[in-house]
């Protein structure tokens, strides 16, 4: 069961899942977009494909499609979460598959416990930036001065709820996934 092979062979069929990845985590954090007003901020489900990218395909691709898709959509309508995305969703996708094990790992338990990683990352990350990075850099540039630790409080439980979603959604798309070996 699940993909025997220690290293991910890069081929076409691999920039094209890797490709689709990026374009799914796009999507799904711009075309469900649900506002949280303290920080102007929203919800989203693209973290389910930076999981999944993480669990299938291992470190690097994770770390490739939660850096590029989810922030490439914050750059429309939410510029000022792009860098932060970026830093977060590129590091939850890493670790993901760091932890997960790579290609051969076919445990769910170790899947379970490095999605719920990814989550605390992702739950963890933003807190620091909205309460934190982002207030300071506001003082120098007014694109980064809209959260304070108020608001970046008030949005853990939706970040929370969003991990979760995410977790499970990405954990569920790789037992789906995890037989289909990715070759030329």
Not at 2 to 29: P, V
Not at 128 to 133: P, Y
Request: glycine share 14%; hydrophobic share 50%.
């Amino acid at each position: 069961m699940g993909n025997k092979n220690k290293k991910l062979k890069w081929s076409f069929g691999t920039t094209a899942i890797i490709g689709a990845l990026i374009g799914l985590s796009f999507l799904g954090t711009f075309i469900i977009r649900i506002p949280i007003p303290a920080t102007t901020g929203y919800f989203n489900l693209g973290d389910v494909f930076v999981i999944l990218a993480g669990l299938w395909l291992g470190p690097l691709i994770g770390c490739i499609v939660g850096a590029t898709g989810p922030a490439l959509a914050d750059l429309i309508g939410f510029p000022q979460f792009a860098l932060a995305t970026f830093i977060i969703k590129g590091l939850m996708g890493f670790m993901v598959g760091l932890i997960a094990g790579g290609l051969s790992n076919t445990s769910v338990t170790r899947r379970i416990i490095a999605s719920s990683v990814g989550g605390i990352i992702l739950v963890g990350g933003y807190f620091v930036f909205e309460a934190f990075i982002y207030p300071y850099l506001g003082k120098y540039i007014p694109l980064f001065s809209v959260t304070t630790i108020g608001a970046a409080i008030t949005e853990i439980l939706p970040n929370t709820i969003q991990a979760i979603i995410g977790a499970l959604g990405g954990i569920s798309l790789w037992k789906t996934l995890s037989d289909i070996h990715v070759t030329n």
